[in-house]
C-alpha cells in the first residue's frame, strides 16, 4: 500500500510542477485571464491534494487499511476528474476542445474530494488510541 501511494504522490507531485512550468510560460498571455484562473485552480488542488495523499501515506500506523484506500480512491478520482476538468476547459481555445456537457465532471469530482475528507473524518471519530500506537 505505501509503496502505491508514495509512486502516485510522486506522480502527481510531478505533474503539478509539470502543469505549473506550462501554464507559467506557456499559457500566460495566450489564454484569457479567467481561464488562465481555472487552470490554477486546477493545479492547486492537484498540489493541496497530493500534499493531503502524502500525509495519508504516513497515517498508517493510526488509520485503518480501509479507510487509507477509500480516501486513497477518493482523493486520486477527485483529481482527476475536478482538476482534469478543469485543465481541459481552461485550454479549450488552444485545442479546440470543448467539455460540453461533460462540465459537469468538475463537480462530480469536487464531490469525489469532499468524499475524501469526510472519510477522514470518520477515520478520526473512529480512531482509539493504544499504548505504543500498535
Known amino acids: ?18 502543469f505549473g512550468a506550462f501554464g507559467t510560460h506557456i499559457l500566460e498571455g495566450n489564454i484569457s485571464d479567467n481561464y488562465l484562473k481555472t487552470y490554477n485552480t486546477a493545479n492547486e488542488y492537484l498540489m493541496f491534494h497530493t500534499l493531503a495523499l502524502l500525509g495519508l501515506a504516513f497515517m498508517n500506523r493510526y488509520v485503518s487499511r480501509s479507510y ?3 480516501i486513497y480512491y477518493f ?15 481552461s485550454i479549450k481555445d488552444i485545442t479546440g476542445f470543448s467539455m460540453g456537457s461533460l462540465g459537469i ?11 475524501g475528507w469526510i472519510t477522514l473524518i470518520f477515520a478520526g471519530a473512529s480512531y482509539k488510541h493504544t499504548k505504543g500506537n500498535k
Not at 501511494?5 to 510542477?17: D, Q
Not at 478520482?77 to 476547459?89: E, N, P, Q, W
Request: proline content about 2%; hydrophobic content about 60%.
Open 1 to 18: 500500500m505505501t509503496k502505491r501511494f508514495l509512486v502516485t504522490i510522486g506522480i502527481m507531485g510531478a505533474l503539478s510542477i509539470i
Open 68 to 70: 487509507l484506500n477509500t
Open 75 to 89: 482523493f486520486l478520482v477527485g483529481i482527476i476528474l475536478f482538476s482534469g476538468s478543469l485543465y481541459l476547459i
Open 105 to 115: 465532471i468538475t463537480p462530480v469530482g469536487g464531490l469525489f474530494l469532499l468524499s
